[in-house]
């Protein structure tokens, strides 16, 4: 099993970027995917959640401006489009896959970074 993060980079504040997650191994429909990050210094945090149903969850911090999906082309895919971004929004961002019966998955994570 692999997840693997894309779309990462440097963007001013108030820009956006594209993350995506692709994974192989797994039927992504059966897990829900959700989207950690991880400031220097600071614990992981969730960020959006998306369910197997499609059902989405978000952070405070990032409603309004973030939002995840799964890729209609590609049903081994999640993107996570993030708007507004902040130079707080700076972190590594990991994407995680994990159903009921205990599987839990962890991609290598990308790394985002907004400057001010």
């Known amino acids: 099993v692999q997840l693997v993060e894309s779309g990462g980079g440097l963007v001013q504040a108030g820009g956006s970027l594209r993350l995506s997650c692709a994974a192989s191994?797994?039927?992504?429909?059966?897990?829900?995917i959700s989207w950690f990050r991880q400031a220097p210094g600071k614990e992981r945090e969730g960020v959006a959640t998306?369910?197997?149903?499609?059902?989405?969850?978000y952070a405070d911090s990032v409603k309004g401006r973030f939002v995840v999906s799964r890729d209609n082309a590609n049903k081994n895919m999640v993107d996570l489009q993030m708007n507004s971004l902040k130079p707080e929004d700076t972190a590594v961002y990991y994407c995680?896959?994990?159903?009921?019966?205990?599987?839990?998955?962890w991609g290598q994570g990308t790394q985002v970074t907004v400057s001010s």
């Open positions: 998306i369910n197997s149903a499609g059902g989405t969850n």
């Open positions: 995680n896959a994990r159903r009921y019966s205990g599987d839990n998955y």
């Open positions: 191994g797994i039927s992504f429909e059966r897990y829900g």
